[in-house]
């Protein structure tokens, strides 16, 4: 009796298994490491709120509860849009795929029950990139970003703060 190799038989399944499974699309999965994080610490849990914009993903479904003392990242090739929370100021932002961003929050929040702020992250950040909003206290900085003047951002931080 003769015995038959199984070893095409391996290399045609292993084919036919690679074929039929997704590549990912051109640049999804080599982001370099860019992301969206949502930090709340205001002390109470925070519904929040988001419209994304030019094609961008759903990084969460409106009205999703992050809770006090948390937060959560979200991975992005490139982003647009914003985030709101009742109480606190709208932020808006985008960072691109070559790590380009600009964002703005207003600095009015002395009236509002939550503080917001917006700050970019990376290493190096190159250009003009500072924090923007408030924090507790009513220390506000910068308003926006909005010249473009930013670059080499890997995250977009927005955190949520008691007045």
Known sequence: MAMVSSKPLALLLLVALSAATPMPAVGEGSCNGHKVTVQNLCGHDLTLGIEARSNSKELFPNGWLLPSGKHESFDV?????????????????????????YYEVSTDQASMSVRVSVTPHGSPLQGHCPTAGCDTGNHCFEHSVPGGNCHGVTEIKIVYYNP
């Open 77 to 101: 090739c490139a982003w647009t849009g914003s985030v709101s929370a009742q109480g606190a100021a709208v932020a808006k932002f985008h960072i691109d795929h070559e790590g380009g961003a």
